[in-house]
C-alpha cells in the first residue's frame, strides 16, 4: 500500500494552490496524499495514523497532539507560510521555546539561511534536519513575458484589520490591547492607515469605472468578502471582486496592481506586474521603526505618486513597466532564497522521499486507504456543524474562504494549467 503524507493547508486562499501542487508531485513520487485545514486536521489524526504530516507551523497542533503524533512514529515536518530575517522576536514566537522537543522533528523548511541558522542555534536542531529552500508559493510564480491587451487594474486590499473575515467587531481586539505597550503601536498605526487607504482606493475606482476601465480587488485571505458588495452595488459592473484560489492567478489577469504597500508585493514583483503605491498619497503612516524598516523595503517595488490623479494616470498607461530594483532583489534573496536551483516544491519532495528511504515507513496497510474517506467525512461534519451554528450562512461562507474542504473545493483550470507548465 501507498504510504500517506498529510498536508496541512492553514489559509485557503494563500497557500491552497502551492499545496496541492506539492502534493500532486508526492502522488508522481508514490504516496497516497491528504490535504487537511483547520477544522480537520485535529480531528483526522485523532482517529488516523498517516505516515509523514506536513505543518506550517509547529503551534498548527497542540504540544500534546504534536508529541502524541510523533511518538506514534509519523515524521512530521514543518513547512514555512511566514519567513522570517532579522527578527528575533518573531521568529521566537514562530517557534516558541519550550514548545516541544524540536530534536523530534523529522525537519523544518524554511524561507532564508538568516533562520536555519537561528533555529540550529536557539533551538538545537540538527543542522542536517533544517532546509533554508524558500517559499513554495514562489513556486507558483510566473514572470510576465509582455504587457495585458486589455487594461485591468488590479486592488490588493489588505484591510483584515478593519474588516475583519469572521465578523468580529474591532472593539473586540481593541479591547484585548493594552494601549501602554509600545510593542502594539503598529495596530493603531495599522488601523489609520488602512482607513485612509480604503478612503483612497475608493475614489479611484470611482474615477477609473467612470472611464469605463475595470477594476479587479483582491481581498486578503483574512477579510470578510461580502463587505465589499458595498463597493459593488456602487460602482457597478466594471468593479469585480476576485473569486480566484490564488493571488497568481488573479495577477495573470490583471495590468497593473495598485495598493497600500505591503509584503504582499512580493508576487506581483517576482511576476514582473507594475506596482503602484498610495504610500506617498498617504498622510498616515508607520511610528515604529521595525515597520518603517520592513515598509521601505517593500516601498521599492512600486511607483510612488503623490496625488490620485497622478495614481490614475500611472494605472492606465498601458506601456507602464514594472520597477527593478537592485536593492529589493537583494532582500528577496535574502528572505525567500531566491536563486536556490531547486525549486521549493521539488526540494521538499527530494528531502522527504530520501527521509523515508532511511526510516523504513512501518506498516499500515490495512489502515492507509482509510484516510482520504476519513477526511472527507470529517469535511462533511465540519460543514453540518457550520450549518447548524446561529449565524450558519456567514459560517458556511468563511469556511468556503478560509479552510480548505474536500466536499467545497476542487483544483482549478488554472491550477492544472501550472501544473503542466510546470511539469510537475
Known sequence: MKPVVVIHV???????????????????????????????????????????????????????????LITRDVKVYINEVEGVIDDEACIA??????????????????????????????????????????????SVVIKRKESKSVLVVG??????????????????????????????????????IDAEAFSIISKMIGILTAKGI???????????????????????????????????EWLSNVSVVMGPTSSAYTEAYLARVPIVSTQGIQNCHYSGE??????????????????????????????LQPIDSAALNAYFESFYSISNKTDPINAIISTVVSDAESYHLPERAVYRWLGPVLKYWIDVASLCRAALTRNALMSLRNMKQYNFSAVLHRPSAYMRKIEGEKSI
Open 10 to 68: 492553514d489559509s485557503f486562499r494563500r497557500e491552497y494552490v502551492s499545496s496541492w501542487l506539492l502534493g500532486q508531485k508526492f502522488k508522481q513520487a508514490g504516496y497516497r496524499v491528504i490535504l487537511t485545514s483547520r477544522t480537520s486536521t485535529t480531528y483526522l489524526f485523532r482517529v488516523f495514523t498517516p505516515d509523514i504530516v506536513i505543518l506550517s507551523h509547529v503551534f498548527t497542533l497542540s504540544a500534546a497532539e504534536l508529541t502524541g
Open 290 to 319: 521595525d515597520r518603517i524598516k520592513i515598509i521601505s523595503a517593500f516601498s521599492q517595488a512600486a511607483y510612488m505618486p503623490n496625488t490620485v490623479n497622478d495614481a490614475i494616470q500611472l494605472c492606465v498607461n498601458p506601456l
Open 214 to 248: 475595470a477594476v479587479s480587488l483582491r481581498p486578503h485571505p483574512n477579510e470578510n468578502v461580502s463587505s465589499y458588495w458595498l463597493l459593488k452595488h456602487k460602482f457597478g459592473p466594471l468593479f469585480s471582486i476576485d473569486p480566484s484560489y490564488d493571488l497568481t
Open 93 to 138: 514566537s514562530t517557534y516558541p521555546a519550550g514548545y516541544i522537543n524540536y530534536e523530534l522533528l523529522a525537519g523544518i523548511f524554511v524561507w532564508s539561511q538568516w533562520s536555519r541558522d537561528w533555529l540550529i542555534e536557539y533551538r538545537n536542531i540538527d543542522p542536517q534536519r533544517v532546509h533554508a529552500i524558500g517559499s513554495i508559493r514562489n
Open 155 to 192: 486592488i490588493l486590499s489588505r484591510f483584515e484589520l478593519i474588516n475583519t473575515f469572521d465578523g468580529r467587531h474591532n472593539f473586540e481586539n481593541l479591547l484585548a490591547i493594552d494601549p501602554e505597550n509600545e510593542a502594539m503601536r503598529w495596530y493603531y498605526d495599522r488601523c489609520a
